[in-house]
């Protein structure tokens, strides 16, 4: 019998879409259900889930797709015990160009190899060596922000995370016109992901993301050989240094391919959960003021990486957001082989989605779902015990995000910095407006006043 990885070696590039013995519409002609999947993804699914069950098939983005809704459905498809599903099929339709052999672009045993050689630059040395790098970073970008006048706080922790990505990922101090060139090839290589038209003609959002790429690629190709020797505790050299258990090291062109992958995973994501953050902290002033409590009895004026853990309420503050607003609302796989779920035949080749963000709000799971009400987390009330897969911001199983306890470090970073200097508000009456899919984003950017405590 074949293995996973052959299977998913030759399934066709184009997914199977004969799927209608599942319950479900195919939507408008042509166009199916792209409209209400990109404007509002969360009604979308809800109203699939009263019309079909849990169970439904849907037609958005120019193909067919199985849903399989709440936890066991997250369980089924991420935790994959049967090795039925290929990440990398899936992501591949939209990520194999501009981030080639990303690690969610990996399946099965080449995934479970290069995995653990990354593992190491997530180890707690590492981390607490990005820790001090990053206090430091943070304090001094969010010096000058503007206060006393409405801003947009989405585009100021871009620039932020942008520039203090360049640091402690690549460990590169750039001068401001090195660090503009390098921040835009990033965000063109990013944009490209979600191009409609996916050819270069020049000026287009492709050729830019293509051109962006490359830049990329050869800025980082060409700080190998210094990576390599030195020990500067960065991200970059981490990876430059990581081993498998013979000794072996990561090729130029894997060094390459995962970091660009890893500040593309890293980006975006915190991106958006810290702006979700701050716009809940702004809506429940309660909180801001409790989980400034916690950070005003750190004495020092930078956070360790051991009293970053003591920071109880804050750490519940950042997993109730991740809860409301999971910057991946739907995460995607192909199945290698046909499978069965409660009953369902699923085809060889289906494309099926988890629905973290829709299970987030299920009623059987979380009391009062959509009051933003962090004590849920306390050990007292721990409403996340009921299914292990009730709660899958990070997704789970073997592609688990690698990057989880970073993002949590560096979120409570900025939250240290931030509440310590100011206080964050947004007008009576205000509701941030969100893009959910691919990633959750606010639409006019989080419109938000800060004030110097
Ligand atoms: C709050 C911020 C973040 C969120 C919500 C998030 C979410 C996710 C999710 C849902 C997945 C699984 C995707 C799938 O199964 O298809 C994932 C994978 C991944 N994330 Fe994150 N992520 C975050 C931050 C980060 C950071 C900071 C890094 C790196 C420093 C990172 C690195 C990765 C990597 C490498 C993978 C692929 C893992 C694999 O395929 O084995 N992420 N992330």
Redesign the pocket.
Request: proline share 8%; hydrophobic share 50%.
């Given at each position: 019998m074949s293995s996973s990885a052959e299977l998913a070696a030759q399934l066709p590039k184009k997914t199977n879409s004969h799927v209608t013995h599942i319950p479900g519409n195919s939507g408008l002609p042509v166009i199916g259900s792209t409209y209400g999947f990109l404007t509002d993804f969360p009604g979308l699914t809800k109203k699939m889930v009263s019309q079909y069950g849990e169970v439904y098939r849907s037609n958005a983005l120019f193909q067919n797709a199985i849903s399989l809704v709440g936890p066991d459905g997250n369980e089924f498809i991420?935790k994959d015990a049967e090795r039925n599903f290929s990440?990398k099929r899936?992501?591949d339709t939209v990520l194999e160009k501009i981030f080639p052999n990303?690690?969610?672009l990996?399946d099965f045993e080449n995934?479970k190899y290069h995995?653990k050689i990354?593992q190491g630059a997530?180890k707690k040395a590492p981390m607490q060596g990005y820790v001090g790098q990053m206090n430091p970073a943070i304090s001094a970008g969010i010096n000058h922000w503007p206060v006393d006048a409405e801003f947009k706080f989405f585009d100021h922790i871009k620039t932020l995370l942008l520039d203090t990505g360049a640091e402690v990922?690549l460990g590169a101090t750039l001068d401001e016109k090195e660090a503009k060139k390098i921040n835009q090839a990033f965000i063109d290589a990013v944009d490209a992901t979600l191009a409609v038209v996916r050819f270069p003609i020049p000026g287009n959002t492709w050729y830019r993301g293509m051109k962006g790429r490359k830049i990329l690629e050869n800025f980082i190709q060409a700080l190998i050989p210094e990576k390599r020797q030195s020990s500067s505790g960065d991200?970059f050299s981490q990876i430059c240094d990581a081993k498998d258990e013979d000794g072996n090291q990561l090729s130029d062109s894997d060094v390459v391919d995962h970091m660009i992958?890893?500040l593309f995973?890293?980006h975006d994501?915190?991106t958006?959960?810290l702006s979700s953050m701050i716009y809940l902290l702004a809506k429940n002033p309660e909180w801001q003021t409790a989980v400034r409590e916690e950070m005003e009895n750190i004495e020092n004026d930078n956070i360790t990486y051991d009293e970053l853990s003591n920071l109880e309420k804050t750490g519940w503050v950042f997993k109730e957001t991740?809860r409301m607003c999971?910057?991946?609302p739907t995460?995607?796989?192909r199945a290698v082989r046909e499978c069965e779920y409660k009953g369902y035949r699923i085809p060889k080749n289906a494309t099926v989605s988890a629905h973290?963000l829709y299970t987030h709000f299920m009623p059987e799971y979380w009391t009062n779902p959509e009051t933003f009400d962090p004590e849920r987390w306390s050990p007292e009330r721990a409403e996340y015990k009921k299914h292990f897969f009730q709660f899958?911001?990070?997704?789970?199983?073997?592609?688990?995000?690698?990057?989880?306890n970073?993002?949590?470090i560096?979120?409570k970073i900025f939250l240290f910095h931030f509440l310590r200097t100011y206080t964050v508000s947004v007008t009576p009456g205000y509701t941030m407006p969100v893009q959910t899919v691919p990633i959750a984003m606010p639409k006019d950017g989080l419109l938000v006043t800060i004030r110097r405590n």
């Open positions: 991420l990440s899936a992501w990303g690690l969610m990996r995934h995995r990354l997530f990922f991200f992958f890893l995973a890293a994501t915190t958006s959960t991740l999971p910057a991946l995460i995607p796989r973290p899958a911001p990070f997704g789970g199983g073997a592609h688990k995000c690698l990057g989880l970073f993002a949590e560096q979120s």
